[in-house]
């Protein structure tokens, strides 16, 4: 079975500093993992995806995030934050050895702005 | 564009009453979900199907009926059996079914029962 566990269910940084969103994960194989972000009353987007290259994955906006096996640990950061990065952000595990398996969610992390 | 399509955008319902929740793509994909997201939780599965003409229950699936006659197409259906209904209703569609790619998100349906 896999599952995912964010850590913070909110965060609040003041523009311009870093954000770091934590996320760990469960899996019995090689895992696929994702953050996906959603702004209110809309659908999500995919920010990136860890698919068994590079440990290290870029994505849209100037996020990035680390793939840690030893720590099963995938966390989201962004060195400077803006104010449009307010939105609800979602950690995604995907069992490649599981036939049929679906995407598990984490329970969501309340990213907040101040000016 | 290719995407997915979620209508209508807002839904309300009356006790006792079925509604459908639209959902169409154009991506060419052969999987396609149906997640339930309330308010402060992540999202939860309702109902997946890997292929046309089939479909399995996902985490949540009592009170849902769905469908899959084309590829195109996998609509929702909220019955009356469904105790506390309302909630952010996402379709989604990724090319394997096995998880091992991303999913697209249609922009939700938003369901009250009134």
């Known amino acids: 079975a896999q599952s995912v566990t964010q850590l913070d269910s909110h965060v609040s940084v003041s523009e311009g500093t870093p954000v770091l969103l934590r996320c760990n994960y469960s899996?019995?194989?090689?895992?696929?993992l994702f953050w996906y972000v959603q702004h209110p009353n809309k659908g999500l987007q995919l920010l990136l995806k860890?698919?068994?290259?590079?440990?290290l994955v870029k994505g849209i906006n100037g996020f990035e995030a680390e793939f840690k096996k030893s720590e099963t640990s995938f966390h989201l950061t962004k060195p400077s934050a803006h104010m449009s990065d307010a939105a609800e952000y979602f950690c995604?595990?995907?069992?490649?050895?599981?036939?049929?398996?679906?995407?598990?969610f984490g329970g969501g992390t309340r990213l907040m702005v101040k000016p | 564009d290719g995407g997915i399509t979620q209508s209508p955008k807002y839904l309300f319902r009356k006790e006792g009453q079925n509604v459908t929740l639209s959902c169409e793509q154009n991506?060419?994909?052969?999987?396609m979900y149906w997640y339930r997201q309330d308010p402060g939780q992540g999202l939860r599965l309702i109902y997946y199907?890997?292929?046309?003409?089939?479909?399995q229950k996902g985490d949540i699936a009592e009170g849902y009926s769905v469908s899959r006659e084309k590829k195109e197409s996998f609509p929702l259906t909220v019955t009356s059996a469904q105790k506390n209904p309302t909630a952010f209703y996402l379709c989604?569609?990724?090319?394997?079914?096995?998880?091992?790619?991303?999913?697209?998100f249609g922009q939700g349906t938003r369901l009250t029962v009134v």
């Open positions: 899996s019995s194989y090689s895992p696929s």
């Open positions: 995604v595990v995907s069992d490649k050895g599981n036939a049929g398996n679906m995407l598990t």
């Open positions: 860890y698919t068994s290259a590079a440990t």
């Open positions: 989604a569609s990724s090319p394997e079914g096995l998880g091992n790619t991303e999913a697209f």
């Open positions: 991506l060419n994909h052969d999987a």
């Open positions: 199907s890997q292929i046309v003409n089939d479909f």
